[in-house]
């Protein structure tokens, strides 16, 4: 037994010798730290406190010591036995028998968390008392009494035409019109800034401008990056979701609680789906998660990385927390441990990144869920009773009708007899007795078969049936080792009596036997990379169906030419195939019968058994709901998260959410404990256990985090908001780094008018009323060519406004509407600002933005349309600093550079924007005078001073009114808010 006074001497050295390389000052593995007495009296791991007082037989540090646990030893060794000596341990035991007494003073200590300033409580502080001129609001009061501190005094108010510029820049995005201008200058109202305010705020272009610095923030994409940067066509809708979201003023708890977890939230309101693609908005790894086999260590890291990518994209959107840090190791600078971490990856541990259908319409959301949990009973082969008598009527009718088209399309097909089969590999083709051909020969890895026929007059539809034959491997009715075959494009052509021939489309293709990720429609999709495939069912005859366009109505000797490529490789190619046609005028897919329900049809009424009759009537259920399902409006689709969704490749849903442990050191070959989906302990406020009913229900548990995120008392939510909005109105938050309010991020300049805009927007909701308190400040109407003190070189104090450069979709907008060129149109697929080739290549695709038109109707959309490849920028765009959507940009850079200069005044773009303007110019004014004061006003909404109106006039004289556009377009007075 161990005085207290010796523990500093005898036991406290046994500690420090073989524990605080894991759980000291540097690492705290489990967010244990055995030198600090409060942490080894009080940890809540999963084993309880590290020491119990009087129980070492029950104390976790010394059980571990002395390899008590079957599961492990500490510290860990090779042998697996204990590391401290036997002394060692009797002291240790001794000590915590004795009452585990350690005197205050010995050891480290922890920095509770709550003492850093971004962990405090949020509450509302009273504004200063200041009664000043310019004191407007309390944003005011709150800046001025910093300044009266440092002694700094304010610069003066900015001009009209300056402040309605910067208001429209900020608040739009856009440059004000001339009238916009005058009519501003004209209202002497007391209240004709706040009207203005009002009058911007209610505009749709508000919603464009705050969407395309939210999607900075969120790194959206419209490709996936990496090497394999494929592009996504159905990313848009989360981007318009974000522009309606603002526009609407959305309560921001209520857009955050969308964005992570719309489904599970708001169930009864489908439209808001595209908000779930804020967690898929980042780059995704298809060469790992989509090539790779499932229990691969690389598809592992893909996982865990891709996970990682929605974890930390959460904590430094809405919380400004780089919890990433913690991947490998408990953070170093913040309180964030890996446990806590990885708990908050669990959150995504049930879904992917896929196309996610949606209904927008809410009643038609309910019919098409009905109908789906209609259809997944009666795929299972249960007869399921009509729902009423009305029903039940409507069933029986549907069903005798339903027969009489089935057995006349049972016998309605016609065998097509080849004039010419050839084979693109040169192998054999023979045309057997039965119309059936089959190719012999060598097996090629690839191949294509080329077949012309006359088909019967008034053709609509055509069958490809697939045989199997006894000379084929596994009898077919593939040549592959293993009897498989893809038909990766199946192709038809009209070859006139000249030899001219025209494509015939093909549409509603339906086969006896579907794979989910290999189904017919990939035969039709135009990528040599899908395909319709028979495998596993091999051995046995299948057949597909397609219609032709319904305008194909084939010229007198006109013949048919069908192609069916085969280029999947492996020697995936047809072994023995007939075609046939059919006149019916109904979809081809109603031909489509299993062998069972054949037999069942063509047995008369009197004749068949129960079983037969059974068989029909399961079939018939199917094929009513399937009718109904398809006279439902086409789904949307959206680039998102889901957890169910059509297999990509090696690429699935996880199905339950995937077991998410502690990997030691970030590796994923060395997993350690379990954990449960969570979110961070170092906001006390708020528990961060979620105490889950039902742990495998993956939507609670993104539920659970949305609604910890926006607990009112969660006092990061609120600070990082309310610090981006003033970001984008100054330039730089009120601490100047927005994604991270941890230990290594700045501390605010002025804490309580942060904490006061934080609590402001909490309690109100309203983004749009944060930005009217700011931009109606008189601080936000201050000139920026105020002196520069010496107190505050870099103005944070903000004695005068800030001057700064348009970003990159600002210069890029504002060119297009000062030329008069700007289309307003809103919403819908991304415009395609370049010149796009091989869409359909499994590679990065080639994009040229030189060659691209900047006439062309894509090119006149606002810069928030604009498709975001991530691995190929817009040079333009580029050189003025545009985001990289592959990392979350939470604060544009602002350089001056040549590059910038050599865009403008050379770049073809700019230059046809310069045509443009003069045209206008020349259109709208009178003479050469009028015309360059009225390129000045658009341009830097004021007219020119009469030595630059001489100078402008002087050039276009010269060298042309476009020149003249030019130089005016290149000034600082365009690029540059005062």
């Not at 440059?175 to 305010?197: G, H, N, S």
């Not at 001056?896 to 050599?902: G, N, V």
Request: aromatic fraction near 8%.
């Amino acid at each position: 037994m161990k005085a207290a006074d010796e523990f500093e001497r005898e036991v406290f050295p046994i500690l420090q010798k073989h524990c605080l390389a894991c759980h000291g000052p540097e690492k705290r593995r489990a967010g244990l730290r055995v030198d600090v007495k409060k942490v080894v009296f009080e940890a809540t791991d999963a084993r309880g406190a590290a020491i119990i007082p009087g129980r070492s037989g029950d104390s976790p540090i010394y059980r571990l010591a002395a390899g008590l646990d079957d599961d492990a030893v500490m510290p860990p060794n090779d042998e697996g036995k204990p590391t401290l000596t036997e002394p060692e341990l009797s002291v240790l035991r001794a000590w915590i028998d004795a009452g585990a007494r350690w005197p205050d003073g010995v050891g480290g200590t922890v920095e509770d968390p709550g003492r850093h300033w971004a962990f405090h409580p949020l509450h509302r502080p009273d504004p200063p008392r200041i009664e000043a001129a310019d004191v407007r609001n309390p944003v005011d009061a709150f800046l001025e009494a910093r300044l009266r501190e440092k002694g700094v005094a304010l610069a003066g108010p900015a001009d009209r035409r300056a402040w309605i510029r910067r208001l429209s820049f900020d608040l739009l995005g856009l440059p004000p019109t001339v009238e916009e201008v005058d009519a501003y200058l004209a209202d002497a109202a007391p209240d004709a800034d706040e009207r203005l305010v009002d009058r911007m705020l209610a505009s749709p272009r508000y919603g464009e401008r705050f969407a395309r610095l939210w999607l900075d923030v969120v790194h959206f994409g419209e490709s996936h990056g990496f090497g394999m940067d494929r592009p996504r066509n159905n990313a848009w809708p989360y981007r318009d979701y974000v522009i309606n979201a603002f526009n609407a003023d959305t309560p921001y708890a209520r857009f955050v609680q969308e964005q992570i977890a719309a489904d599970a939230l708001f169930p009864d309101e489908p439209a808001k789906t595209p908000a779930l693609g804020f967690a898929a908005a980042g780059p995704f790894n298809q060469s790992a998660l989509v090539e790779q086999t499932d229990g691969t260590e690389c598809k592992k890291i893909a996982l865990n990385l891709d996970r990682d990518d929605m974890a930390a994209s959460v904590a430094s959107t809405f919380l400004s927390l780089t919890v990433q840090c913690a991947r490998c190791h408990d953070h170093k600078f913040d309180p964030i441990p890996q446990t806590d971490y990885y708990r908050l990856q669990a959150v995504f541990a049930g879904v992917g990144r896929a196309e996610r259908e949606y209904d927008a319409d809410p009643e038609i959301a309910a019919r098409r869920k009905a109908l789906v949990a209609l259809k997944a009973v009666v795929a299972s082969g249960s007869v399921v009773p009509a729902e009423s008598e009305e029903e039940r009527r409507r069933l029986d009718e549907s069903r005798g009708a339903w027969e009489v088209r089935s057995l006349s399309g049972l016998g309605s097909w016609i065998t097509l007899w080849p004039s010419e089969a050839k084979a693109e590999s040169g192998a054999p083709l023979a045309v057997l007795e039965d119309g059936s051909i089959l190719a012999k020969g060598p097996i090629p890895a690839v191949d294509a078969y080329t077949l012309t026929t006359a088909p019967p007059a008034g053709t609509k539809s055509l069958r490809l049936e697939v045989l199997t034959d006894d000379s084929l491997p596994a009898h077919g009715p593939g040549r592959a080792e293993n009897g498989n075959l893809t038909l990766t494009e199946w192709k038809a052509l009209a070859v006139a009596p000249d030899g001219s021939t025209k494509p015939v489309a093909l549409k509603g293709p339906a086969a006896d036997f579907q794979q989910v990720d290999q189904n017919v429609a990939r035969a039709f999709d135009g990528n040599d990379a899908t395909g319709w495939a028979v495998h596993p069912e091999v051995g046995k005859p299948h057949f597909a169906v397609v219609d032709l366009a319904e305008d194909w109505a084939p010229a007198p000797g006109t013949s048919l030419r069908i192609v069916m490529e085969q280029k999947l490789g492996r020697q995936h190619v047809i072994g023995r195939f007939r075609l046939s046609a059919s006149s019916l005028a109904r979809p081809a897919a109603d031909f489509v019968f299993p062998a069972d329900v054949a037999s069942a049809l063509t047995t008369p009424i009197g004749s068949r058994t129960a079983d037969q009759e059974a068989t029909l009537t399961r079939h018939h259920r199917r094929v009513d709901v399937d009718r109904r399902l398809g006279e439902l409006p086409a789904t949307n689709r959206v680039f998102a998260i889901a957890s169910s969704f059509p297999a990509y490749r090696n690429y699935k849903p996880p199905g339950e959410p995937y077991p998410i442990r502690v990997l030691k050191r970030g590796d994923v070959g060395q997993p350690g404990d379990a954990v449960s989906p969570g979110a961070l302990g170092c906001i006390a406020a708020v528990p961060s256990v979620f105490n889950l009913e039902a742990p495998g229900d993956e939507k609670a548990r993104r539920a659970a985090l949305a609604r910890w995120i926006t607990d009112p008392a969660n006092p990061l939510t609120w600070r990082s908001m309310a610090n981006r909005v003033w970001q984008w109105h100054f330039g730089v938050g009120l601490v100047d780094t927005p994604n991270d309010f941890g230990k290594n991020g700045s501390v605010p300049s002025h804490p309580e008018l942060l904490d006061w805009l934080a609590a402001t927007l909490r309690d109100d909701g309203s983004l749009k009323n944060l930005h009217r308190l700011i931009v109606t400040s008189a601080a936000y109407r201050r000139s920026s060519g105020g002196r520069a003190w010496p107190e505050d070189s870099d103005n944070r104090l903000l004695s005068r406004m800030n001057r700064r450069r348009l970003d990159a979709e600002q210069v890029r907008d504002g060119l297009l509407a000062v030329s008069g060129r700007l289309d307003f149109k809103m919403g819908g697929p991304s415009a395609k600002q370049f010149v796009y080739s091989d869409p359909n290549v499994e590679v990065s695709p080639r994009i040229d933005y030189v060659g691209f038109d900047p006439d062309a109707p894509e090119s006149l959309r606002r810069g928030v349309y604009r498709f975001l490849f991530r691995n190929v920028s817009d040079p333009l765009l580029e050189a003025f600093d545009a985001a990289d959507p592959s990392l979350p940009t939470p604060r544009r850079n602002s350089t001056i550079t040549p590059q910038q200069s050599l865009s403008l005044w050379n770049g073809r773009f700019a230059l046809r924007q310069c045509e443009h303007l003069a045209a206008r110019l020349e259109r709208e004014a009178p003479d050469l005078e009028a015309r360059v004061e009225l390129a000045c006003r658009l341009a830097w909404g004021r007219p020119p001073e009469a030595g630059e109106l001489a100078l402008l006039r002087g050039h276009a004289e010269r060298h042309g009114l476009a020149n003249a556009c030019r130089l005016v377009l290149n000034a600082n007075d365009f690029l540059f808010v005062h």
